[in-house]
């Protein structure tokens, strides 16, 4: 029996072209960056360096730890200072960012109608922003953060997809076993992992990502409709 479903936010419940999402959110942060002196190429190859070593956290730190570790030791201690600036940026540019996502109205049917069946929601959204950033991409998908029962960020997390424990860690926090809880995500890689803990997984193809070309035949998948359809067969199983 679910106890819980979990959600991815990038492509899932929130429609995007990655590509134009990554171009338009760089240009808009090294844009506000260059004011303190920063190379807008330079510091987008380690902001980049940054977030492939949060890719790769053990556990040890938080996301949001590695991150500034990494950046701080690329650019020297004083770097530290400029947090607060960052933090500006999400709260203000980052907000122009919107213009390139879209709006999938089954996403709010879905997680409205999930909700009233008493589902506790988790938006296990890959924790490589800011809770300010990922709380605002939630709001762009129609949808509030009050939604869900958890929400990963850089600041909460200390593992990130595709690493299993990122998910094993989720569990731990909300004290759900894997066997009762549902990912739902669109990216063969780095949501249908979570199936190595033992949850249980659906693929959301309405925009696939599956650059590793994984064999995807093996998974429950669908748009929101089958989605829903998976679910009720669940529950009628259990």
């Not at 808009?28 to 303190?36: D, M, P, S, Y």
């Not at 990922?134 to 709001?139: E, I, L």
Request: net charge negative.
């Amino acid at each position: 029996m679910l106890k819980a479903i979990f959600f991815d936010l990038d492509c899932t419940l929130l429609p995007m072209d990655q590509e134009r999402f990554i171009h338009n959110y760089f240009s808009r942060l090294t844009g506000c960056l260059a004011h303190l002196g920063y190379d807008k190429k330079e510091v987008q190859k380690h902001i980049w360096n940054g977030t492939m070593a949060m890719e790769q956290n053990d556990g040890t730190q938080t996301n949001e730890q590695m991150f500034w570790e990494y950046f701080t030791n690329a650019y020297g201690g004083e770097t530290s200072q400029h947090q607060p600036v960052f933090e500006e940026f999400y709260k203000t540019d980052f907000q122009l960012v919107k213009e390139v996502c879209g709006v999938e109205p089954e996403a709010r049917q879905t997680v409205d109608l999930l909700k009233a069946k008493g589902y506790p929601l988790v938006l296990a959204t890959n924790p490589l922003f800011p809770a300010i950033a990922t709380k605002s991409r939630v709001r762009w998908a129609g949808l509030m953060p009050e939604d869900f029962i958890h929400i990963t960020t850089y600041e909460n997390a200390s593992y990130a997809k595709p690493n299993p424990a990122y998910y094993q860690e989720i569990l731990d926090k909300l004290d759900l076993r894997a066997e009762e809880c549902l990912m739902v995500g669109n990216d063969a890689k780095e949501d249908m992992v979570a199936e190595q803990v033992g949850m249980r997984v659906f693929l959301l193809t309405n925009l696939l990502i599956n650059v590793s070309h994984l064999d995807i035949s093996k998974y429950p998948q669908g748009g929101f409709p089958e989605l829903l359809a998976y679910i009720e067969k669940l529950e009628q199983d259990s």
